[in-house]
């Protein structure tokens, strides 16, 4: 099983970020997945999470109306838009897949870092 998340880095405030979630070694499209950050110092915040089929979506109240979750089950990829980025975002944001209880998976984690 692999998660392989790219496309952090580091931006000015008010600026925009795609990150990649790349997916390998199970079904996708049976798990639900989700965008989890850990800024320093601080614990682990579910982001966003996305439903198998893409019908149910979750976004922090600290994101909504600036994050857009999406995923391609064709291609195993989930992605997360983030625009009009803020200071508060910095952090390393984590890609899982969860199916029940047992199957938890996920990513190596990519640096976010947002300048003011």
């Known amino acids: 099983v692999h998660l392989v998340e790219s496309g952090g880095g580091s931006v000015e405030s008010g600026g925009s970020l795609n990150l990649s979630c790349t997916a390998s070694?199970?079904?996708?499209?049976?798990?639900?997945m989700s965008w989890v950050r850990q800024a320093p110092g601080k614990g682990r915040e579910l982001v966003s999470a996305i439903s198998t089929g893409s019908s149910k979506i979750y976004y922090a109240d600290s994101v909504k109306g600036r994050f857009t979750v999406s995923r391609d089950n064709a291609v195993n990829t989930l992605s997360l838009q983030m625009n009009n980025l803020k200071s508060e975002d910095t952090a390393v944001y984590y890609c899982?897949?969860?199916?029940?209880?047992?199957?938890?998976?996920w990513g190596q984690g990519t640096q976010v870092t947002v300048s003011s």
């Open positions: 899982n897949a969860r199916a029940g209880h047992s199957n938890d998976y």
């Open positions: 070694g199970f079904t996708f499209g049976h798990y639900a």
